[in-house]
């Protein structure tokens, strides 16, 4: 069986502004058919690779092939093969749902028949078919994002950009924008995606790279990543005051890693209920809550707690 060329394929990839290297040496493949993501804290690099992916930034020295082309020789070439949802929602307020559709898929030189097919076909994937003929303004943040993807899709786009997809939006919001996102995935089309929630990145992501001050951290798919880099559960106890300072070497070899917390003591193990009694007699708590690592744990682990500005 014949291996398929990656759709995007990255080696040794930077980005300098002036003095600053904002992506500083990356490596990364985007299998066909693939989700993919991007994580990281702010200014880890993220939207600098994806703006270099989307060919409106050009690399500063490396290896980047996207559809097997150059973008900064075949940019335009493939930016017409590109669907881009970005960050902020850039409909247009005073045209219809519609027409947002309609208007757009003329600028990708479709006829009026199949711009007028393709929009129907793509307002009833985003479930908007009934607000069809409403104005944008006064739709609420999850239909304006659905409608947003669906615009990204009327060229039939090989590869999704997705930026921070569900920010804003919510729980239930988040979990239709996720579906559709699911589906298309089960098209074949191919998703890339930065997200600040690991949950999302834990249901829609096959594969993610962790990126931190321009490099990537970590890499593989995100159940991968919790069982190499965290423990099965974490003991997660509480204290009405201030949490009490304590080693892992004071559980007898049960727990693998301690995090101290202003009000609370992380225990990193792979058997929680059996550490719960020992970790009462020893500290006391307020409260106990045994739970399975999550890719969060191990984001945080890598990245730390402390903001970056």
Not at 20 to 41: K, M, S, T, Y
Not at 50 to 68: K, Q
Not at 240 to 247: G, I, L, M, N, T
Request: proline share 5%; with cysteine; glycine share 6%.
């Amino acid at each position: 069986m014949s291996v398929q060329a990656p759709l995007i394929h990255a080696r040794a990839l930077r980005k300098e502004f002036g003095d600053i290297a904002a992506v500083d040496g990356v490596d990364f493949d985007v299998q066909p058919g693939e989700a993919f993501g991007f994580l990281g804290p702010n200014g880890a690099g993220k939207s600098s690779t994806m703006r270099m992916i989307a060919c409106v930034s050009p690399p500063s020295s490396g290896t980047l092939r996207i559809l097997d082309r150059d973008p900064v020789r075949d940019g335009s070439a493939i930016r017409a093969r590109l669907g881009v949802v970005p960050q902020a929602d850039t409909l247009d307020l005073e045209l219809t749902v519609r027409e947002n559709l309609f208007v757009y898929s003329r600028y990708f030189g479709l006829s009026r028949a199949a711009a007028r097919a393709k929009t129907d076909e793509l307002l009833e994937f985003v479930q908007l078919s009934e607000r069809a003929d409403s104005k944008v303004e006064p739709l609420s943040g999850g239909m304006k994002r659905r409608l947003t993807i669906a615009r990204s899709l009327v060229n039939d786009p090989d590869v999704l950009l997705l930026d921070e997809p569900t920010t804003g939006l919510d729980p239930q919001a988040r979990h239709v924008v996720w579906d559709r996102l699911f589906r298309l995935k089960q098209r074949g089309v191919t998703l890339v995606l930065t997200t600040h929630y690991m949950d999302e990145a834990e249901q829609l992501c096959d594969r993610l790279v962790i990126m931190d001050r321009g490099r990537i951290a970590e890499a593989g798919s995100p159940l991968e990543l919790i069982r190499r880099l965290s423990t099965r559960e974490v003991v997660e106890l509480r204290f009405r005051d201030e949490a009490p300072e304590v080693a892992a070497d004071a559980f007898d070899g049960r727990v693998a890693r301690v995090e101290v917390l202003p009000d609370r003591v992380l225990l990193y193990t792979d058997d929680g209920d059996a550490l719960v009694p020992v970790a009462h007699e020893l500290l006391q708590p307020q409260s106990v809550l045994v739970r399975r690592s999550t890719l969060e744990d191990v984001f945080l682990r890598l990245t730390g707690r402390t903001l970056i500005d």
